[in-house]
């Protein structure tokens, strides 16, 4: 998939402004019983709320969702307009002329599909987007490049990189190690780098959204050379076998920890059946081939993923792994995982 495909798979995404409004004695909510609509400001139109939005409005506002089904329109507006006395400033979520949501001010980092896709174009040669997935509001890039590395002989990789990222700032980019293994096409997460952006530091200058690009493109470039790294963590799992009658609890303990359920499970262990397993490696490719060929609800795949890459880490992996741990038997639960957050640069 190249860029304008990318583009062209966000639209959606892309059609959804936010605006800025600054609290003036015009500015009004009106209720009815049929829909809610409100004015912005002086001399500005009325902009009608979608009923997500109408939810969101609430919320935002403190209101008991009990309490809203059980006043009328009439003082619903009155107590809603009330509430929104103490906002000073607020941003309107804006799609095709109506509002989908409110929010604080800034709450987050946006960034634009656009210029992620031209930041990424700089950093990686030849960038191949091999997966676009969008949750909600937040975008999720597997890209990968024309680098590649040899796990073991039949087995090459392609480096990438995986970008977090929201172009309305609903939560903060994050930049991540990347790998596609190309005898099956898994894209496989790994944490030698992970990068979660933060304002603060200054180092970008007195811009801050001139540190946001600055932080993203180093966190691009680090990630998309992590390859080697990731590559030699595979290597070493390769040689971590596992003895015959500890294979099927490992898997088992890897299912429950990924959350796989149902299609996913199943796909898992009949593929553990048809190529039994024989090393760590062997079952990080079964999970990660779950992530990337079965699971499609983006949250499902973010939670497979936290635990392979749990499971890549060499302190993590020997207290969950049973051929580590001494005592036999026992599966400890997984660690979280250690997110480094870098400040802007």
Same mark, same amino acid.
């Given at each position: 998939m190249k860029a304008n495909?990318? %583009?062209?798979? %966000?639209?959606?995404?892309?059609?959804? /402004?936010?605006k800025v409004v600054d609290r003036e004695p015009a500015t009004k909510i009106v209720v009815t019983p049929d829909m809610v609509t409100m004015r912005p400001g002086k001399g500005k139109r009325l902009l009608e709320v979608e009923k997500d939005g109408v939810k969101d409005l609430f919320q935002f506002l403190h209101m008991p969702p009990d309490m809203v089904g059980k006043i009328m329109p009439t003082t619903c507006g009155q107590v809603a307009n009330d509430l929104l006395g103490h906002k000073e400033r607020f941003e309107l979520l804006v799609k095709d002329g109506k509002i989908i949501g409110f929010r604080a001010p800034h709450a987050g980092h946006s960034m634009s599909p656009e210029r992620v896709l031209e930041s990424i174009e700089k950093v990686v040669e030849k960038p191949d987007y091999h997966k676009v997935a969008v949750d909600g509001q937040n975008v999720n890039l597997e890209i990968v490049g024309i680098d590649k590395a040899t796990v073991t002989r039949g087995d090459v990789v392609r480096a990438g990189a995986l970008v977090k990222f929201s172009p309305l700032g609903i939560s903060n980019p994050i930049v991540q190690s990347f790998v596609m293994r %190309?005898?099956?096409t898994n894209g496989m997460t790994s944490? /030698?780098? %992970?990068?979660?952006?933060?304002?603060?530091?200054g180092r970008g200058g007195d811009d801050k959204k001139d540190g946001l690009w600055s932080w993203f493109r180093k966190g691009l470039k680090e990630a998309y050379g992590s390859y080697s790294k990731v590559v030699e963590r595979y290597q070493q799992m390769i040689k971590d076998e596992i003895p015959e009658a500890e294979r099927a609890m490992m898997l088992e303990a890897m299912i429950k920890e990924a959350g796989l359920k149902d299609e996913a499970a199943a796909t898992v262990r009949t593929m553990a059946i048809d190529t039994p397993i024989r090393n760590s490696y062997d079952i990080l490719n079964l999970i990660t081939y779950a992530t990337s060929h079965v699971l499609e609800d983006p949250k499902?795949?973010?939670?497979? +993923?936290r635990a392979t890459e749990v499971f890549q880490d060499n302190d993590s992996h020997a207290l969950f792994c049973p051929v580590c741990r001494k005592? +036999?038997?026992q599966v400890a639960a997984l660690p979280a995982p250690r997110a480094e957050a870098t400040q802007a640069s």
């Open positions: 495909d990318v %583009l062209d798979h %966000l639209k959606d995404v892309r059609s959804v /402004t936010a %190309l005898v099956c944490s /030698t780098v %992970l990068r979660e952006y933060s304002f603060g530091g499902q795949i973010h939670r497979a +993923r005592a +036999r038997g």
